[in-house]
């Protein structure tokens, strides 16, 4: 008979039993990686161990150019990742024949709005990463005049969704100055979001969604955590339906 699996709970226990842990054992929270550590979700993977998140949900959420990569089809067509120079060059070239002006840069590993830039053009862009100004990888994306920003919360059948606005910035973040107003999901919408968490392998999931003026919705980014400013939902109900979630996704492990 098996013995029964080890179950990990925290990073404190992580690091304790790190590499006594053995096929079938599984873990059930985020792990504390400084950047650099990722490998060590793959090492756990390759090992036959478990993770309450998704290895992959994990490592997209810290990752903007890992998300983008993944998630590409579901974002702003023309959305690039850039990993060097001759990167940039083609999607100079790219552009250009697209005749796309402005364009929005994304820091790999910054969040909140805060690794958000507006470049007028991607030549700006290109000058700045010739010159070593820019920390490769980063991700590119056309920037699209007059659009609207809505987070949406999804925790099993839980879904929230807001609409945030800043007239002021183009950054929509609420602590960026936004405001937030309750937005109905359409089908399409919805169906986008559970596209978005089922490619990324999310549980869970704080996932901002880009509406056009031609009414036509991208994906902007998916994470496991974010603001709770402009929710309905108080950060305790939160918390314990997070807490819900993951006791069912253990007891399904258990029972494999």
Do not use: W
Not at 110 to 118: C, R, S, V, Y
Not at 192 to 211: F, N, V
């Amino acid at each position: 008979m098996s013995p029964a699996p080890q179950i990990i709970n925290n990073n404190d226990e992580l690091l304790a039993t790190y590499h006594e842990l053995q096929a079938g054992d599984i873990i059930t929270c985020r792990l504390r990686l400084k950047t650099g550590e990722e490998h060590l979700l793959l090492d756990l993977i390759q090992r036959g161990i478990h993770l309450i998140p998704s290895a992959t949900s994990q490592l997209a959420s810290r990752s903007k150019t890992f998300q983008a990569r993944l998630l590409a089809p579901l974002m702003i067509p023309q959305t690039t990742v850039i990993y060097d120079i001759h990167g940039i060059l083609d999607a100079v070239s790219r552009y250009g024949k697209n005749s796309i002006q402005k364009v929005v840069f994304k820091h790999d590993r910054k969040n909140a709005g805060f690794g958000i830039h507006l470049f007028r053009d991607i030549e700006d862009v290109y000058t700045q990463a010739a010159n070593k100004v820019l920390a490769y990888p980063f991700v590119l994306q056309p920037f699209i005049e007059n659009s609207r920003d809505v987070r949406v919360i999804m925790i099993d059948d839980f879904i929230e969704a807001y609409e945030r606005d800043n007239p002021d910035n183009f950054r929509n973040n609420l602590h960026c100055g936004g405001k937030s107003t309750p937005y109905t999901l359409s089908t399409e919408q919805l169906q986008l979001c559970k596209m978005a968490m089922e490619r990324g392998k999310y549980s869970y999931a704080h996932i901002d969604l880009m509406i056009t003026d031609k009414e036509e919705t991208f994906l902007a980014e998916i994470n496991l955590r974010g603001g709770m400013r402009g929710a309905t939902i108080d950060p305790g109900t939160y918390q314990s339906k997070i807490a819900a979630l993951k006791e069912q996704l253990l007891a399904k492990k258990l029972e494999q």
